[in-house]
């Protein structure tokens, strides 16, 4: 039985917002889940060259275009076609997605896995059902409102990413 999966692709101008209020340390390993065409890791490996991007989605025709977008970068990149469900987020530090609350749900107890090991997740636009953000950030482009759900547990998170989050 084939899946289908809704692509929501970030916009450019929020993905430029999003690579300035969040500074990945030297070393980061940054996750899009449910990267699509890779448009935010892009983003991410413009800004950031000493940074690892990572991204997994099941559409694999985007994962091939994200791969082609990606080597024009000098990071580490690694983007996969796998189901998002069945990735290991804790060993990252970094995981932003942008996906439906029903997702999120779904990945509810991996995300608190990655905050437990120390990772911060982002959520854009709808937040973890079942979890408290640290902060909820506004980002309001001319009436085109979206919003940055940030999680991580305070007593665990790594300094590293904390100083890096300018929101």
């Known amino acids: ?4 999966v809704v692509f929501l692709p970030s916009k450019h101008e929020f993905i430029k917002y999003l690579t300035r209020v ?3 340390p030297s070393g980061a390993k940054v996750l899009d889940l449910g990267c699509g065409d890779g448009r935010v890791l892009e983003g991410f490996a413009k800004v950031y060259d000493d940074i690892k991007v990572y991204g997994v989605d099941i559409n694999s025709e985007l994962v091939g275009k994200a791969r082609r977008n990606l080597s024009k970068y000098g990071v580490e990149s690694r983007i996969k076609v796998k189901d998002m469900y069945e990735e290991a987020l804790e060993k990252y530090d970094i995981v ?3 996906l439906t609350k029903d ?3 779904h990945l509810r ?3 608190v896995k990655l905050l437990v090991s120390g990772g911060i997740f982002l959520a854009h636009d709808y937040p973890v059902p079942g979890l408290e953000p640290k902060k909820v950030h506004l980002v309001d482009f001319q009436g085109d409102k979206h919003y940055i759900f940030v999680y991580f547990d305070k007593n ?3 300094s590293s990413l904390l100083k890096g989050l300018k929101i």
Request: charged content about 30%; hydrophobic content about 30%.
């Open 96 to 98: 932003y997605a942008y």
């Open 103 to 105: 997702s999120l749900s």
């Open 1 to 4: 039985m084939s899946k289908r």
């Open 109 to 111: 107890s991996k995300i």
């Open 22 to 24: 969040i500074e990945p």
């Open 156 to 158: 665990k998170v790594r």
